[in-house]
């Protein structure tokens, strides 16, 4: 089965870091760019970062560009999102979803959930 | 700062026809913003439902077709079922390289 897995998330402090983490168990992730998106509770959905296959492309949305890192490691299949300076704005259930040429997502992980809280 | 537009909310009777649009908040949709539309259920992942403007993701019903109205990308529900209430959101790829999503339309069924 093709299938997206997120991990890593919780519940941390304002200023905080997390590291998120996207495994797919049913398929070769290297050969596939990754793009990560996020849900506020009770909030519609919202593009975070995007890595290129190789990992030589990454982009992301202002609201976390220089906070946020994308990466991946294509030997063990897996794509990450280092998050630091988190704000109680950043609290979400983040979602990484397979990218496709046409510029839209063909699968998704079921997500992690991420609070920021003192 | 580019904000995609969607209906906060519509409603369609059971068997009816339904359209969803996509807009900008300055110019128009075309298909060079590659637009896709998500479905998504509370407490579930998004489902992929249309790219490219018009195509079917796998295992989509044909009772879901997108478009380009006007200026607008759109969302068109033929023959609308009970599970068809969800929300929906649509998706655009800007030049700058970003993919931008509109704020969601929650359909409802009755």
């Known amino acids: ?118 | 700062q580019t904000v995609v537009t969607q209906e906060p909310s519509f409603s369609v009777s059971p068997g009816g026809t339904v359209t969803l649009t996509c807009g900008l908040s300055s110019g128009s949709v075309s298909t060079t913003y590659y637009p896709s539309w998500y479905q998504q259920t509370p407490g579930q992942a998004p489902r992929t439902l249309i790219y490219n403007t018009n195509i079917r993701s796998s295992g989509v019903p044909d009772r879901f077709s997108g478009s380009i109205l006007g200026n607008k990308a759109a969302l068109t529900i033929t023959g609308a079922q009970a599970d068809d209430e969800s929300d929906y959101y649509c998706m655009l790829f800007m030049s700058s390289g970003n993919w931008v999503f509109g704020g969601g339309t929650k359909l409802t069924v009755l």
């Not at chain 1, 793009?35 to 990992?55: D, F, H, T």
């Open chain 1, 1 to 118: 089965e093709v299938q997206l897995v997120e991990s890593g998330g919780g519940l941390v402090q304002p200023g905080g870091s997390l590291r998120l983490s996207c495994a797919a168990p049913g398929f070769t992730l290297s050969i596939y760019s990754i793009n990560w998106v996020r849900q506020a509770p009770g909030k519609g959905l919202e593009w975070v970062s995007y890595i290129s296959s190789s990992g030589s492309g990454t982009n992301y949305a202002d609201s976390v560009k220089g906070r946020f890192t994308i990466s991946r490691d294509n030997v063990k299949n897996s794509v990450h999102l280092q998050m630091n300076s988190l704000r109680a704005e950043d609290t979400a259930v983040y979602y990484c979803a397979r990218a496709r040429p046409d510029y839209y997502m063909d699968v998704w992980g079921k997500g992690t959930t991420v609070t920021v809280s003192s």
